[in-house]
Structure formats: C-alpha cells, structure tokens
C-alpha cells in the first residue's frame, strides 16, 4: 500500500512539473495546446481513478480488520463466526444491533452449525439460556424466514413447536431443550448471537 502511495505522489509531482512548466513556455499553436490540455485531463483521471482505487482498497482494509476483531472476541465456524450479546433485548433491537456491527442475528443452516451455535451459548452465557435467532414467521404465519427473506431449510424444532400461532413470531435457540428452537413472542427479552460471515 505504501508503494501505491508513493507512486500516486509521484504522478502528482510529476502532473505539476509539468503543468508548471508549460505555463513558462511560451505559447504553442492551438492544436498543440488541446494534445497538451488531453494529456493533462487523461493523467488527472487516471490519478483520480488511483485515489479512487486506494479508498476502496483502505475501506475493505478496515472491514476486515472490524471483522477479525469481532470474531476473535467470539468464535469461528467454517465460513462465519459467531459473536453472543448477553444484554437481554426484543427481536428487532437484537436485529438491529447486529446489523449495526455488520452481521446478522445467527441462522444455522445445518445440524453442525446449530450444535456449533449452542455449544457457544452454553459456554458464553449458561447451560440454560435462551438467544435470538435471526428466524420469524413474521410476514406470512407459519411460514419461516431467515432475515435475508429465504425460507430456512434447515429447522431445529422442539416438539410440538412452533405452536404460539401470530402471537409467537420470532424463533430462539434454548439451551435447557438441548439446542431446540421455540417460537417466542417478539416483544420479549433475550440475550442474542450475532454472525458474521467469513471468507
């Protein structure tokens, strides 16, 4: 990256050498002036173009060192790692803060995720706890969607679960039924997970 700055430091030194130095020649023809006027132009996009490649490159920088601090304060899974929240909040505030980190309330997509997740919670919160999942049947009732607005493939219900119709919306993961889900009314407090996704 310093490389890259230098070079673009370089391109300016040079863009105004010579923007200097046409200004003491004297006057060329007309047609000499719009080739020199081009060059010009075309060299300050392109260093445009540089500055504009070096943000995006910095801003990705940043991502991913954020990302690396968060999961190293949580745990890493194949693909994604998971960050708990134990302060106790309804859903949407739970949802939000995730969104607000850059991740998601956790959504298993697989048996081995879903012990994965509950081994975490049992050892971050306690044996017993209850977390947000990034689950609901919020738009259409008995229909269950992750927070992308798929419906889950993967489902973890307890027995005779989800059963609290439009009054239980949102799904949890349950520590005391082993890593069940339950349907829970939204409004509710509960501690969450968050996830990340990784490369």
């Not at 048996?111 to 919020?138: F, H, T």
């Not at 949102?170 to 968050?194: H, I, M, P, T, Y």
């Given at each position: 990256?310093?490389?890259?700055?230098?070079?673009?430091?370089?391109?300016?030194?040079?863009?105004?050498?010579?923007?200097?130095?046409?200004?003491?020649?004297?006057?060329?023809?007309?047609?000499?002036?719009?080739?020199?006027?081009?060059r010009v132009s075309t060299?300050?996009?392109?260093?445009?173009?540089?500055?504009?490649?070096?943000?995006?490159?910095?801003?990705?920088?940043?991502?991913?060192?954020?990302?690396?601090?968060?999961?190293?304060?949580?745990?890493?899974?194949?693909?994604?790692?998971?960050?708990?929240?134990?302060?106790?909040?309804?859903?949407?505030?739970?949802?939000?803060?995730?969104?607000?980190?850059?991740?998601?309330?956790?959504?298993?997509?697989?048996?081995?995720?879903?012990?994965?997740?509950?081994?975490?919670?049992?050892?971050?919160?306690?044996?017993?706890?209850?977390?947000?999942?990034?689950?609901?049947?919020?738009?259409?009732?008995?229909?269950?969607?992750?927070?992308?607005?798929?419906?889950?493939?993967?489902?973890?219900?307890?027995?005779?679960?989800?059963?609290?119709?439009?009054?239980?919306?949102?799904?949890?993961?349950?520590?005391?039924?082993?890593?069940?889900?339950?349907?829970?009314?939204?409004?509710?407090?509960?501690?969450?997970?968050?996830?990340?996704?990784?490369?």
């Open positions: 990256m310093r490389l890259r700055d230098g070079c673009l430091l370089l391109g300016v030194v040079l863009l105004l050498t010579h923007t200097s130095h046409q200004q003491n020649t004297p006057r060329e023809k007309p047609n000499a002036e719009k080739d020199s006027d081009t060299t300050l996009e392109y260093l445009q173009q540089q500055i504009d490649d070096i943000v995006v490159e910095l801003n990705l920088l940043k991502e991913q060192q954020a990302l690396q601090t968060v999961c190293l304060r949580g745990t890493k899974i194949p693909g994604k790692c998971f960050l708990v929240d134990t302060v106790k909040k309804r859903y949407h505030t739970a949802s939000e803060d995730c969104m607000d980190k850059g991740g998601i309330l956790s959504s298993p997509l697989s048996s081995d995720e879903n012990a994965q997740l509950y081994d975490y919670v049992r050892q971050s919160i306690g044996p017993d706890a209850e977390v947000w999942m990034g689950i609901n049947d919020m738009q259409t009732e008995g229909v269950w969607m992750d927070q992308a607005g798929s419906n889950i493939r993967y489902k973890n219900w307890k027995l005779r679960q989800p059963d609290g119709s439009s009054a239980e919306n949102c799904a949890v993961l349950s520590g005391a039924s082993g890593g069940k889900w339950l349907d829970e009314n939204c409004r509710k407090e509960r501690a969450s997970v968050c996830e990340f996704n990784i490369v």
